[in-house]
C-alpha cells in the first residue's frame, strides 16, 4: 500500500503565506486520487476543507486554496491567523482504499 | 442542525468485541457514503472502513480487514461498526464521517483495547 508524505511541521508568521504538501510512494500525485485536505484543532474532530483537489466547503476561508504542484498535492494558507494554527492532514484514494498522509503540525508564531 | 453522534466506545480485553454506533440527523444520511476513521491518541488518521448508500459497496482498511464489519440502517438512520478479534494497536478514536465529501463529522467515541 502506497505511503502518503507531509511536512511533520511547518511555521508560518502571522499575515503570511504557507504551503503544505502531500506527496505518494506510489509517484505523482494527480487529480484522480481526489486529493482531500482536513484540519484539526486540539481536541476536536477532524474538519473538512478541501476536496478532489481544490474545492472548498462553504465554511473554507477563501484564503485557503488546494492546487496540485510539482507533483504533489497542496495546500496554501494565504494571510495566516491565528486561528490557522492546527494539524492538517492530507488523503488520497488508491484504488478505493483511502491512505491518509501523517500530518502537518502549522504553527502560527 | 447536523449532528452525528458516536456512541458504544469503551475499555475491552485483547480478543473481544465492540459495537459502535454512528447516529445521523440534519441531512440526509440515506443518499450518502459513510465512513468510519480511526485515530490512534496523540498520532494520525487512519481509514477503517466505509460503505455506500444501499450497504451494498463495503472497503476495509488492510488492518482490520477479516475482523471488522462496518453496516448501515438507513430507517434508523445510523452506522454501524462491529469490531472483533480487537488488538491492542485498535485502540483509539472511532470517528464517522460523511454527507458527501467527508461534509460531516462526528466527535468521535474513544475505543481502549487493553488488559
Known amino acids: 500500500q502506497a505511503v502518503v508524505t507531509q511536512e511533520p511541521s511547518l511555521t508560518v508568521s502571522p499575515g503570511g503565506t504557507v504551503t503544505l504538501t502531500c506527496g505518494s510512494s506510489a509517484g505523482d500525485v494527480t487529480s484522480g486520487q481526489d486529493p482531500y485536505w482536513y484540519q484539526q484543532r486540539p481536541g476536536q474532530a477532524p474538519k473538512t476543507l478541501i476536496y478532489?483537489?481544490?474545492n472548498r466547503h462553504s465554511w473554507t476561508p477563501a484564503r485557503v486554496s488546494g492546487s496540485l504542484l510539482g507533483g504533489k498535492a497542496a495546500l496554501t494558507l494565504s494571510g495566516a491567523q491565528p486561528e490557522d494554527e492546527a494539524d492538517y492532514y492530507c488523503l488520497l484514494l488508491f484504488d478505493g482504499a483511502w491512505v491518509f498522509g501523517g500530518g502537518t503540525k502549522l504553527t502560527v508564531l | 442542525e447536523v449532528q452525528l453522534m458516536e456512541s458504544g466506545g469503551g475499555l475491552v480485553q485483547p480478543g473481544g468485541s465492540l459495537r459502535l454506533s454512528c447516529a445521523a440527523s440534519g441531512f440526509s444520511f440515506s443518499s450518502y457514503w459513510m465512513t468510519w476513521v480511526r485515530q490512534t491518541p496523540g498520532k494520525g488518521l487512519y481509514w477503517v472502513a466505509n460503505?455506500?448508500?444501499?450497504?451494498?459497496?463495503?472497503y476495509y482498511g488492510d488492518s482490520v480487514k477479516g475482523r471488522f464489519t462496518i453496516s448501515r440502517d438507513n430507517a434508523k438512520r445510523s452506522l454501524y461498526l462491529q469490531m472483533n478479534s480487537l488488538r491492542t494497536e485498535d485502540t483509539g478514536v472511532y470517528f464517522c464521517?460523511?454527507?458527501?465529501?467527508?461534509?460531516?463529522w462526528g466527535q468521535g467515541t474513544l475505543v481502549t483495547v487493553s488488559s
Open positions: 460503505i455506500d448508500q444501499d450497504g451494498n459497496e463495503r
Open positions: 464521517t460523511g454527507g458527501g465529501y467527508n461534509k460531516y
Open positions: 478532489a483537489t481544490s
